[in-house]
């Protein structure tokens, strides 16, 4: 389980440190950099992932992503960040490429990295600094490696060897496994709503293109009650089934219906409902599912359905979601027994409600205020 996470220089980002649960819940209105957290942890995840630099290059660029300072705080030039869980703790710095004369790389816009270090109870099992990286062998001595990292490169993706470094490897795989949606599609062009050849799928893709596996990869693994008692809750006397031939068909039956609706024949509303129980019902679950927004095109009558999910896939995975609907915090928060985060802004920086003043970082933790 992650304990906490720090996000420093990003965007609107100051220096933010989360403190998380079983279920995270951060909501505020539109414009307080909600949406800047769902990224900056993103970001972590891609360093493990082998994408950061393509990554940070969807977001426009290092430049574009770095704090830009107000008038309380001068503008930072590196981007921090830190995850501690309770077998290690990872943190790294990047910032802008340096432009030295005579140098010939053409990609400005990428992140350089200066600096990354992981631990393990303590003990750095690999450290990083610049270009040179070092990991602890099996007796614990620090050791340069052969193999040389790039600048936007995170030095996790060099491990491979699960005999020599399993902690290094174990912790690389635990963040390359975090879990985002974002925004999925309900248009009536939506691939949710395309029939797909049948495979076997137990992760929804962050597209949910494919949806109707993933339903019939819930059913055959005995998840299918979970998933069918949350849509009875949500939307009574109405049953969700898979066409099951070379191409899966979603097919949606009411009782006031004379037949079943087709993928392309649901309300926005009812996808977005059925994606969400898919994501959360997954056969495979993540150590962390981070949605933002998830609220999207739903009707309030459907949050105690899917706060129950969320009940649910908390047995299983840590959950932060990222909302600027009370009702849906609201109805999480009870069923969950935990409290709401709330975001606001001051001055182009996001803070938690009630401490738009401090000086110092802020933690999201009912016990200690830094």
């Known amino acids: 389980m992650i304990q906490s996470v720090r996000l420093a220089g990003y965007r609107s980002l100051r220096d933010l440190r989360l403190r998380l649960g079983a279920v995270t819940l951060l909501q505020g209105e539109n414009g307080v950099g909600k949406t800047n957290v769902y990224r900056g942890l993103r970001l972590i995840s891609a360093l493990a992932r082998g994408t950061f630099a393509e990554a940070v290059a969807g977001e426009g660029g290092m430049r574009s992503l770095l704090w830009t300072g107000n008038e309380e705080h001068a503008r930072l030039t590196t981007f921090d960040a830190a995850v501690v869980g309770e077998t290690f703790e990872f943190s790294m710095q990047c910032g802008l490429m340096p432009s030295t004369p005579g140098d010939p790389t053409a990609f400005k816009l990428d992140p350089d990295i200066k600096r990354e270090?992981?631990?393990?109870?303590r003990?750095?099992?690999?450290k990083r600094s610049a270009a040179m990286v070092k990991m602890a062998d099996a007796k614990g001595v620090l050791r340069a490696l052969d193999e040389s990292v790039g600048a936007s490169e995170s030095m996790l993706t060099l491990v491979r060897d699960l005999q020599n470094y399993p902690q290094v490897l174990q912790a690389r795989q635990s963040l390359e496994r975090w879990r985002f949606y974002h925004s999925m599609r309900t248009d009536a062009e939506a691939p949710a709503r395309r029939p797909v050849r049948g495979y076997w799928s137990p992760v929804l893709a962050e597209d949910a293109s494919n949806l109707p596996a993933v339903i019939q990869t819930i059913e055959e693994t005995g998840q299918g009650h979970v998933l069918h008692d949350a849509i009875e809750k949500a939307f009574p006397g109405s049953?969700?089934?898979?066409?099951a031939g070379e191409w899966f068909h979603l097919q949606w039956s009411a009782h006031s219906l004379p037949r079943p609706l087709a993928g392309h024949e649901?309300?926005?509303?009812?996808?977005?409902?059925?994606?969400?129980?898919?994501m959360l019902c997954s056969p495979k679950p993540p150590p962390l599912l981070v949605l933002n927004e998830p609220e999207t095109s739903l009707n309030e009558a459907v949050y105690p359905a899917l706060a129950d999910l969320v009940a649910h896939a908390a047995r299983h995975s840590?959950?932060?979601i990222v909302s600027h609907s009370r009702g849906l915090?609201?109805?999480?928060?009870?069923?969950?027994?935990?409290?709401?985060?709330?975001?606001?802004?001051?001055?182009?920086?996001?803070?938690?409600?009630?401490q738009e003043h401090s000086r110092t970082c802020i933690v999201l933790d009912d016990e200690e205020d830094e």
């Open 117 to 121: 270090e992981l631990k393990a109870f």
């Open 123 to 126: 003990r750095v099992l690999a």
């Open 239 to 243: 049953r969700l089934h898979v066409h």
């Open 266 to 278: 649901l309300s926005d509303g009812t996808l977005q409902f059925i994606c969400l129980a898919a």
């Open 318 to 320: 840590q959950i932060i």
């Open 329 to 354: 915090c609201d109805a999480i928060a009870a069923e969950c027994q935990i409290k709401t985060q709330e975001l606001t802004m001051r001055h182009g920086e996001t803070r938690l409600r009630g």
